[in-house]
């Protein structure tokens, strides 16, 4: 204990970086304009001062403020963190709260404070606190979210760091809030009246949490550790406790008794089950009486005020079964129903008085306008609970008789479920006698730990002036803490600091009573703390003895004048004002003389000068001085050197812990004395001191006296006890005499003459006489270390062999090698010393000097069982390993040794083979030490076992290991510090991996492996999103002309550097755009005829412009598909719409032409459906990812009603492209009530598109009310529009698609065949609607067939083919009979159906419902009649539904062939008439007629399904097949104005064909969709151009749906033939289309839209990882095996539309130009999903060498072929200068400018030639980073070759990199392709090192030989070559071999497997083995192995 003592009294640190402190807030609010400053007047002065820390702390703080502008000032400052790794970025934030403004500031040492955010609120702020909330993800991960708290009197505003803010309102007053690892928790104000509130029995809970901000406020439970019932769990509801202190981890808080003076530990943790049913049953009392659930259910009723209105995922959801509302919970409540409380609703937001009761307190009365937060809920919670009579502001429960009545709390209340317990952990004791001075509350609870980890809480009672330190240990549950001890440190105010962050050691600092600083290290004390500015002065002038008074002068040396607190420590000459190690008496004289300077100085205060600590920050703390002043001081680190860093904590791990806790200290105190080393004396510092604690005289050791320092530091550290006394001594003088100072003086004249080579020698001269033979140095037994010496050695040995392994410390690893070389030898550890002298040959030979040990002594010394005389080497294991020898565990400590771990790992999986070395089987390779293991224990290590090797295929190895290697955060960076030899194997393995990756590693590995397109793609970045690198290279387009309304088209967001690769030939893109633009004015050319009148004419060119006005109004529904989702919109830019321009320019003048000038007839709303359609369009511009939210769709919406048609399109597309479910419900409410109907028909079919087969709830309500059949029969009828009730209809069928939802699937069937009502209700355009519930039946039913399952009673399918065919109407059934009684007075229809109103619907339906089901008997049912009288009686339209119908439900059977198309017609249509039969000629004319209709109609029927089938599959055959059909049908139509109409049409009808074609068009369409395929844009164009006859706007639109199908999306998506996409295909192109603009009798116009669901993005573009541009890449592509064809692949050229991915099994980016990169899909999908999802971008990374296939398209111009061409060797053909053509690596391209090019200084260099063919190699064989290995290879053979190596460590890794090699070799030239090293370059290396060393061996095999036999050798340069030679050779220490013995080579090949020596460098030994005596050895002459 006395060496304690002496420390505590002689040593002291100095702090560092003194700077005035001032709270950055205050400066910026002073600076900050705004009301703020006014208010400071008309604050309350600070009685109610609010603080954190001790309010006594703050009032110092403030006492610069003046007393009326005193205002509640206040903030904290905390240890900032960035996403970068800790060390790199250190930054404080700060917190100041001041007045009604919230500062967050960050700044750092290097970098001045800022504001990061700031907040201005309503009220006061009374606190601000950071707190971080946990969000529950959808896959139930939890997100933290940081955020800013800020408590006013009535809410608390949360603002995130992301910017999400929130209010919650407070339900009651808070006195303070406390962060926690779960939330919030609230503490409760106590008002006065609260004692007479509480219900009698229970007090209301004191303590609330609050998980979230949109949760509940809840009532928290405390679990007290009572020993009598141990489950008794309530709510926290003690007033006389108050929290002190929380803490996140542990997850603990500290709370005060103000009763009992005592302090608790609680754990904080969630409620669990039990324990809630517990508090929310109804407990009773030990006494009995019945508590309440008043309090329960009164806060209940109170706290629900303040419910959350719709927050997302409750936080109790799971806990609602327990909390039961029985009716016994308010039986109490309404016992006495006499005295109701009520009073109207209003009144509680105007009570105002002052006497407030605590109820009105809870309901927030105080706080108007924040008294009804949920509109849902108002009636309910606005009572307010003050009674009308006059005691009623006394509280409610004022007499006991009282209570409440119903309508407060209503019965379907439950109690708020509580998420948070306390459990008791410990409670301080009180001692008998020391009641009468109760312990204050704490002003200050921290956590700290010492030195060796043990954890403290901390907490400063002031009223004592104690600190009080309790240990805690965390128990194996992590929720239970054991507090073991308590300590008490006197105190005045203490803070904790962080002196080493690295290494997390944390340190304390105490400010005792006298106003000295101390540091602690848990409760053991380091040092006193020296601050310069303050303390110094103080002592010059207190130090009044005469023995020890200090120089006076020193005071006003400049060093110390003004500006010394800006100086670093380490130059201040601090030494001076250290204090003699006597300690002097504390008595009051000394404080009298502290004040006495500060007097004289600065301020009158007779009080000692620091006043208390505040803020700290890792090693940085704020000291309060006396009159507000405030000073920053920095605590020194541990250690700033990493090599001490590293020795210190292996120290640390291997002493134990009391050992370990005085070296740390004693070394801080050495390392931080005041004027202490400089950085780079550092080491020799801690050499000096590690070794003196050892027992080492260290004045007496030639090298540790040749350490560079300016102070002998030996006398300090040798231990001593010390005396107390108060007399001075000798030794203070002697004390005088050692300080720097006392050197300066002295050494200055000297310094001058004598240089410092003499002064070297003479102290060797010295050093020579001091160790004559009497006096040998010996080792202090005594001292603290010596016992410790062999462990601490051997971990300093680990500790070098990891210095070794990392090219950044290995330098370090020189100086730890002096240490070590003395340990080994006077541990007498022969090999250690030997392999010591081999890495440093140079260093080492200098060194020879033993110490003794005393044989008495030497038991003292704990041998550990892991020190074994053969010193592990981890080069040597690693290469035995690559020569497949068997090992020995290599021995590391873990955390220290990692890269030791790694490696030795690495090898064992990758070179052994051992898959499971990463996981199970580590302990066979590493032997992990642990501090515990002192005992001489047996034999640690197992032999490997080497009976079982698995061998896996190497390739796989080489993933293990990378994937491994990239877990454990290995990186490139990481790689290149490795060295060389021991890189290669992990450099090999990447290589491989390079070759061929995995799609789907993560980030980390891709990086590791070098190939950043997987990288980039693993980051995901979209090309839009990257639009500004992308389309910062050339266009691939020609410029196109700057016209004004150039960019009005809607059609400029194409990607134009994709299409232009896709279509790189032509324009055909510029013609898309030319044929859809609607938005500039049409040419309407007529030629004027003599006889024709002006005023005629003019009516000519506008009937011609109506004509072309029909096309026009057609083109928004293509552009909408050839646009889809190209365009990110700016959110502060309203979503540009191109209008839709009906006018017409005449040639030649370019007179404008318009329809509005009355001269002909326009039909009225022609533009109304047109405009809609061009909203529609420019919505579906937007992408899906874009960011979109519901203020920027209100924002669009616009301002003039004619456009309110465009914006219920651009709602629609909205919806279509997912984006409408961000519409908040009330936008869509308000929508929907203007009553609008094209924005109702949009708003319904985009939200049920966007919650596509979800069932939603919300949304299904939503359409229910438009659709009568769904509404109660007693409803009242709503005047709903026709179009409305379709589209709500269709709804239906998407919110509930695949569903089969037998409810809505009923009512849908039987709306089939709605009759038409009395009162013309239904009687106008029944067709659409019947059409919309059969296709909505369809999607409900989706593919279910005849599996519907509880549907059997409706007969489905029977009901379907009735409306399909006619018959009888079925009685209505269910609730809609009411509505369907009387008939319609309007339309006639009888008890029959109509047929003509219900066959598509059905038809449609039972496709649906059958579709690929291959039913053939509901198949029948479709097939066309076979008889002419059943022909009869269809409509050839229907027949086309009906072949449609029955080729979708036989969907295998749909061949791309015409005969499988000939097939659907009937038989009798094949014209097999029977002459026999007697037919009259006339009826024979009507059957040809009705014939072809029928054939025709039946063949377009077959091509739809055709289509469908094979819909984006760009299948040629189904293509070849269809443009037959087309052509034939377009032989038929008259065009190009042929005056002779054929008689096949005169058979036909216009119309008849002409839907026909449209329908084959389409079909074109769909099956080459987003191919942009020029035949069908041919024959698109030849139709735009026919306006005129019978070309209808619905025509128009068919033919421009047909030309956006073909380049859906500019050629980035296509189509779908999933269930769904057929669905919506169906919807769309259904075959009959509107006659003109307003016309929606059979189809809703609408719908056409719906195509959208069948779109996927399938293109995949490959885009250039180094360019960021798109580019060409080869890929591969394989179909699974089907039962059409077998597995087979096609090579595709990039950017290509690939198949649909659940027919392909692997997609392959092909070599030789690109690095390859397989997809696999046979695995999984979801990634390739994901790379088409986002813009199909998909990286790829050119080959070194390699050109892209735009500049080189037949691959003539790379590297590699240059070689062929000159018919000479690639690498003499090779120019560097062309280099940059093949490579994009800045490191290559400056390589070759700087080494490779013979320019006129380097002529005379030959090794540029050398260069220029290892850049060659490098580039050829893709591996640049290769390049550096090649050189150092070079490298060292070159300096072997000189002989000017001063250490071994090049041929080390020289020696791995041959093994490897020939572990290669051995397995065969097959296996040698995988290696790195390729060329002829490593052979010609290891013979120039075979031959130097064998040169060598021949001349001085004498020096081997004396070195073998032992003896001294030489220090020359022979010892280095010896030494390589030794470590090349792989020769063994030999002095423990039986060497001597061997006199043959016999003996000596039989010693061998002991030697462990390779057969051909045994063979080079023999001979100096063997003695020189033996010139030949059997026979063969000597030079033959020394050649």
Known sequence: MSEVVYEETATMIAAGELQSFVPFGREHCRNHPNAFNLQLRELQPASELWSSDGAAGLVGSLQEVSLQEREREWWQLRKGCTGVKEEEVMFEEELYAAGNVVVWSQGSRTQASSVYKAFTVDSPVQQ??????????????????????????????????????????????????????????????????DTQLNPPGEPLPMVFSMLHPLDEIAPLV??????????????????????????????????????????????????????????LRYPTEPVGKPLGLMASNFLTSHLRNISRLDSPGGSGTELKSCALSSPKHYNVLRSNPNRAVTSSPGAHSRVHSPNISNMAALSRAHSPGMAAPSFSGASRFNTSFHSPSSRGHHGLLSSPNSTVNETVLPPEMEPIVPDLCVEQLWTETVA????????SQASKVFITSD???????????????????????????????????VTTISAKDAAPLQISARQNIDAMLVLEACGSLVLYTGITRVSKVFVPGLLSPSFSLSNQRPQISTPVESVSTPANGVNRHIQRLSEVPAQDFMPSPVSEPKGLNNKHHEASFFEDHIFQQATPCIHGLRDPVCNRVTLELGGGAMLRISVPEVATSELVQKCLQAIRFILPKDAAMKVLVKWYNIYNAPGGSSAHAEWSLFVTCFMTLMGYNTERLAWTRHLHFEVPLSPVIAAKKARHSAQGSEEDWDYLLASRYHRQIISQPVCASVESSDIVATEMGDLSSASSPGSSLKLESSAPLFPHIPALFYVLHLLYQELQLDELHRAKASSLVCVLQQLARDLQLEEYVDLYWRDYPSVMSGFSKCCSIDHAVIEQMQRPSFLLSKPPCVFSWLSSCLRGDENTPFPYLPAICQRTRLLVLSYALYIFGDDKATSSSESKYLFKLSAGQKSCASEPYLRRQSSVKVRFSSASLAEQLVVWLASQGFTLKDLE?????????????????????????????????????????????????????????????????????????GMSDIIQEVTGLIWSQDLRIQEVRRLLRSSGPVRVSVVQLPEVSDHEYIEEKENKLLQLCQRTMALPVGRGLFTLFSYHPVLTEPLPVPKLNLTGRAPPRNTMVDLNSGNIDVPPNMTSWPSFHNGVAAGLKIAPASQVDSAWIAYNKPKSPELANEYAGFLMALGLNGHLTKLATLNIHDYLTKGHEMTSVGLL?????????????????????????????????????????????????????????????????????????????????????????????????????????????????????????????????????????????????????????TCPGATLALAMIYLKTNNRSIADWLKPPDTWFLLDFIKPEFLLLRTLARCIIMWDEILPNSEWVKSNIPQIMRGNFDASEDINMETMAKCDVFLSQAEDYITAGACMALGLRFAGSANSDAFDCLYEFARTFMKMMPFAGTAAVSASLQQMGYYNLQTCLSMILLAMSMVMAGTGNLKVLQLCRFFHKRTGGEMNYGFHMAHHMALGLLFLGGGRYTISTSNSAIAALLCALYPHFPAHSTDNRYHLQALRHLVVLAAEPRLLVPVDVDSLKPCYALLEVSYKETKWYNETTVELMAPTLLPELHLLKQVKVKGPRYWELTLDLSKETHHLKSILSQDGVLYVKLRAGQLPYKDDPQGWKSLLTTAVNHRSSGVTAFKPETISTFTSNPALISFADFFCKTSEGMKHRKDTHMFSAMLYECVTQECPEMLPTYIAIEQAVSALQRGDLQQTFPLWQLRLVVDLWDSRMLRGP????????????????????????????????????????????????????????????????????????????????????????PLRDLLRLAPVLLGSGSPSLLGFPLQAFSS
């Open 222 to 279: 405390s679990k007290p550790s009572s020993q009598f019932d141990s489950s008794t769990v309530h709510y926290m509801s003690d007033s006389t406790m108050k929290i002190v202190f929380t803490c996140c981890q542990p997850s603990i808080l500290v709370s005060y008794d103000t009763v009992q003076g005592t302090h608790t530990v609680w754990a904080l943790r969630k409620v669990t089950h039990d324990e809630c049913s517990t508090v």
């Open 451 to 485: 030195l060796c980890e043990n954890r403290y809480l901390c907490f400063l009672v002031e009223s004592h002036q104690q600190l009080r330190c309790v240990k805690f240990i965390e128990s194996n549950e992590s929720s239970q803490l054991i507090f073991p001890s």
């Open 977 to 1049: 510090s490795v060295p060389f030899g021991v890189a290669l194997p992990i450099r090999e393995a990447i290589y491989r991996c390079r070759e061929q990756p995995c799609s789907d590693w993560s980030e980390e590995v891709c990086l590791l492996i070098g190939r950043q397109d997987l990288t980039k793609q693993a980051h995901k970045m979209t090309l839009a999103k990257s639009k500004a690198s992308v389309s910062s290279g050339l266009s691939l387009e020609p410029p196109v002309a700057t016209e004004p309304d150039e960019e009005e088209d």
């Open 1870 to 1957: 097959a296996n040698s392709h995988n290696t790195l090293l390729k060329s002829e370059f490593l052979p010609v290396m290891k013979n120039a090192v075979d031959v130097a060393l064998d040169g060598w061996l021949k001349d001085s095999s004498s020096v081997l030989r004396s070195y073998m036999w032992n003896q001294v050798l030489s220090k020359d340069a022979q010892s280095i070559m010896l030494a390589c030679f030794l470590v090349y050779r792989s020769v063994p220490c030999f002095r423990s071999t039986q060497l001597k013995s061997c006199s043959s080579f016999g003996d000596l090949l039989s010693c061998s497997s002991q030697l462990e020596i």
């Open 432 to 439: 008998a006698g020391c009641h009468r001075e109760m312990s």
């Open 128 to 193: 601000a606190l950071w707190c971080n909330f946990a969000v529950l993800q959808n896959n139930n991960d939890e997100e933290v979210e940081q955020t800013i708290c800020i408590v006013q009197s009535s809410c608390i505003n949360v603002h995130t760091v992301t910017g999400k803010d929130f209010i919650s309102p407070l339900p009651f007053q808070v006195s303070n809030v406390w962060a926690t690892k779960f939330g919030l928790l609230l503490e409760r104000k106590i008002s006065a009246n």
């Open 1245 to 1397: 079919l985009g939200v049920s598109s966007a919650k596509l087969g979800t069932m939603d709830m919300s949304t299904t309500r939503l359409l229910s009310i438009h659709i009568p059949a769904l509404l109660p029969p007693t409803s009242t009828e709503l005047d709903v529009p026709h179009n409305v009730q379709v589209a709500a209809v269709i709804g239906v069928g998407l919110v509930y698609q695949g569903t089969g939802h037998r409810h809505n699937a009923e009512v849908l069937l039987s709306e089939i065949g709605r009759p038409p009502g009395p009162e013309m209700e239904y009687c106008t355009d029944r067709e659409s609607y019947s059409l919309a519930a059969g296709l909505a039946l369809g999607m409900v039913c989706l593919g279910h067939g005849s599996n519907l399952i509880g549907m059997t009673d409706l007969n489905v399918p029977e009901q379907l083919y009735q409306y399909m065919v006619g018959g009888h109407r079925r009685a209505q059934a269910g609730a809609n009979r009411e509505r369907h009684k009387s008939p319609s007075y309007q339309i006639k229809e009888g008890d029959t159906i109509n047929v003509d109103v």
